[in-house]
């Protein structure tokens, strides 16, 4: 897998912890996110193509993570206080959430595009309704507006996003969909939220979606309403006796279309092994 992939990638997953779809977990007692008495302490995902990484993690004594660390040596380090969290990895890059009233307001990943030799740094800006909800997402590039995304939610649910660049050369519209099952506090990849904000655990973007994620599709058009791509996610948990999410499947079929040609179709098969440590 790309270094400097995997390097985001431990940068904005502070811990991964997934809704069971069977059993609905009290995911906010605190310090024991699964309520269960149970710590996630490992992962692997395969990521099929893109290859596959573990990550291992360790807690402070109020069960915040200190350090997520990859099998291969990268590590990142995790300091916490009230206005801000940070991430910094082995290489000194840092990623970071700014907080008001605990819901994140900002956040930035420095490093985070190298095109030609040149180094973007990434910045997100987070607007609430007020009910709680997150409801826009500006990002920048080196400071200037590079997209937009307004949410809209149903239900207690995310249902909707779309994306726009600020010449509208380029609309994204992804719409999510749930089982009737509770999910409390999700985290990570099963957590629609993940997919628009950076993604640190502990519910600093406002209410998360009241229900189980399922499925995603997006599809994104031209100024003229072209498609120029669509893809979509299907969700599978597996759980073990206690409730945790022990496997993850999670295949992703995208289509492209070519300004001349036919279209054509892939499909990436994702997969999560998930290790806990029970009391």
Request: charged share 20%; hydrophobic share 30%.
């Amino acid at each position: 897998m790309n270094t400097k992939i995997k390097l985001l990638m431990v940068a904005i997953v502070a811990v991964v912890s997934i809704v069971s779809c069977k059993k609905e977990i009290n995911w906010n007692a605190f310090p024991d996110p699964q309520g269960n008495g149970c710590k996630l302490t490992s992962l692997k995902a395969d990521l099929d193509v893109l290859g596959s990484y573990d990550i291992s993690f360790a807690y402070d004594a109020l069960g915040r993570v200190l350090k997520a660390t990859t099998t291969d040596g990268q590590i990142n380090n995790f300091t916490y206080t009230a206005e801000k969290i940070t991430a910094k990895d082995q290489d000194g890059s840092i990623s970071e959430i700014v907080l008001e009233n605990k819901r994140a307001v900002s956040s930035k990943r420095e490093d985070a595009l190298t095109v030609g030799g040149a180094v973007f740094s990434y910045t997100k800006k987070y607007t609430y309704n007020s009910d709680g909800y997150l409801i826009q997402v500006k990002n920048y590039l080196n400071g200037e507006l590079s997209s937009t995304d307004d949410l809209s939610y149903t239900n207690g649910n995310l249902v909707k996003v779309v994306s726009t660049d600020p010449n509208q050369t380029f609309t994204t519209t992804t719409n999510y969909s749930y089982s009737t099952d509770v999910a409390v506090n999700v985290y990570d990849v099963a957590d629609p939220l993940y997919y628009h904000v950076d993604y640190f655990s502990g519910g600093y973007y406002g209410k998360q979606s009241k229900n189980v994620l399922i499925k995603s599709s997006s599809k994104t058009v031209d100024r003229n309403g072209k498609p120029l791509n669509e893809d979509v996610s299907i969700y599978t948990y597996q759980v073990d006796a206690k409730g945790n999410t022990v496997a993850i499947s999670l295949p992703v079929t995208t289509t492209f279309y070519p300004a001349n040609g036919t279209a054509t179709t892939e499909t990436a098969q994702t997969k999560y092994s998930l290790n806990y440590n029970c009391k």
